[in-house]
């Protein structure tokens, strides 16, 4: 091992480590019991987020509005666990033993005496609204209530009840039965002990949790969003999907973000004849190319599943750029890399400035742990370091003169000036409210 692979992995233990600290949370403070949890949704999360607890040994009701979507995502669930049993991960009576752990239900009044609810539906906030208004008069006492929401406002979300400090967010990642990353998410008004423990419920059931602050997207997707829309950028500038998605796979992407909106559906948040930020998505969702599950995407996909450059997709995005596929590829891979790569740095710094972290390093974890950060490069406020401050901020102001939403964050400056490092930004930790 070298010295810089040693020294790579030494920080992300000890980064690890550290997000489990939470600076503030009163000493000795106790933990709410959690015997039991409520999880409303039975689709793909809730399903996921029931086996965590199941396989933890917590029994786990699990509520849908009708019978055949509660069938479904407890026979999901059911053949998630055959298919582990089969793998030889634990035996074949265990399926039983843990199925039997989860009760599915038709009626929320069935939560009523659940020590944790979660909810997973989809994102929609007027929805989780009004199930946190039904769940103010359902639950106990003392329940903690938690929305699974990716990045809408929970502080409204918990106005709704008349008990918003026991309100949390408990951000699973997709699978989450398999997925380590776990972002906790501090409303204004929840309470100390709340957020102990579900830190401890963290550890309880094999996360890696971090503690964030509410904004939009939170930490992880608040970044994502930030290589996504370079990368469509980069499109409109005459590079194709795929060399957009092998500069970052070369870099250590399983996925670049490409393949990523074909995996998961380029339509998630599309409605036909909608138009969007994205023009090039809508017209392929419009002709029906909306990703793996049609056969069709960004890539074409055939049997194997595996994505291949599409003469349909270089013809869709010259009708509406009007870059020519034929001219050649303008962006060289460090290009591409500096586009997509160097904004995400630069959005960690204003979280940070924002208080919206504990510390820059439960950014990385958030990054490696729930989205396939490549662990040679530390995560980006590690890899920011390794690149150095000045380089961030010419590439940054490059960017800036050109859309002015990659404004340099103020504490980059303050960085390339002094010799800084991200990994040592100190902007007081975690602010609410």
Not at 22 to 47: D, E, F, N, Q
Request: hydrophobic share 40%.
């Amino acid at each position: 091992m070298t010295d810089e692979t040693q020294a790579t992995a030494d920080y992300i233990a000890a980064a690890a480590k550290a997000a489990w600290e939470v600076p503030g949370l009163a000493p000795g403070t106790a933990l709410r019991p959690v015997t039991s949890v409520g999880i409303i949704g039975a689709g793909t999360m809730g399903g996921g987020i029931a086996m965590n607890f199941a396989t933890a040994g917590v029994p786990v009701t699990i509520v849908e509005t009708k019978a055949d979507a509660l069938e479904r995502g407890l026979a999901t669930v059911r053949k998630n666990y055959q298919r582990s049993a089969e793998r030889g991960r634990f035996p074949a009576d265990e399926v039983e033993t843990r199925m039997g752990r989860i009760t599915g239900t038709l009626s929320m009044a069935d939560l009523g005496g659940c020590d944790l609810i979660i909810e997973a539906v989809f994102e929609d906030l007027e929805l989780k609204k009004s199930i946190f208004a039904e769940l103010d008069r359902i639950a106990k006492p003392g329940a903690i209530l938690a929305t699974n929401t990716s990045g809408l406002d929970i502080d409204a979300i918990a106005a709704e009840t008349g008990r918003p400090g026991d309100v949390i967010g408990l951000h699973f990642f997709s699978p989450a039965n398999v997925m380590k990353l776990l972002e906790i998410v501090r409303a204004a008004r929840t309470a100390d002990d709340v957020v102990a423990t579900s830190m401890a419920v963290a550890r309880d059931i094999g996360k890696v949790a971090a503690l964030v602050g509410v904004c939009p997207g939170f930490v992880g997707n608040r970044i994502l969003r930030q290589r996504q829309v370079q990368a469509n950028r980069l499109v409109f500038q005459g590079v194709m999907p795929w060399d957009v998605d092998r500069a970052l796979n070369a870099f250590g992407f399983r996925m670049g973000p490409f393949q990523m909106s074909d995996l998961a559906g380029l339509d998630i948040g599309w409605k036909k004849g909608a138009t969007t930020e994205n023009p090039i998505r809508d017209a392929l969702c419009e002709m029906d190319r909306r990703g793996q599950k049609t056969g069709a995407g960004y890539y074409d996909y055939g049997d194997d599943r595996q994505p291949r450059p599409s003469a349909v997709t270089e013809q869709v995005i010259a009708d509406i750029t009007g870059a020519d596929p034929k001219a050649g590829r303008p962006m060289s891979a460090e290009r591409i890399i500096e586009a997509c790569i160097y904004p995400m740095i630069n959005e960690g710094v204003r979280i940070l400035e924002d208080g919206k972290a504990q510390r820059a390093s439960d950014i990385d974890v958030i990054w490696l742990n729930g989205y396939g950060w490549p662990a040679d490069k530390g995560g980006p406020m590690f890899y920011g370091d390794r690149i150095g401050a000045k380089k961030v901020l010419d590439v940054m102001e490059r960017i800036a003169a050109e859309d002015d939403r990659f404004a340099p964050a103020e504490t980059l400056r303050e960085l390339a000036a002094s010799g800084g490092r991200f990994t040592e930004i100190d902007k007081g930790g975690l602010r609410v409210g």
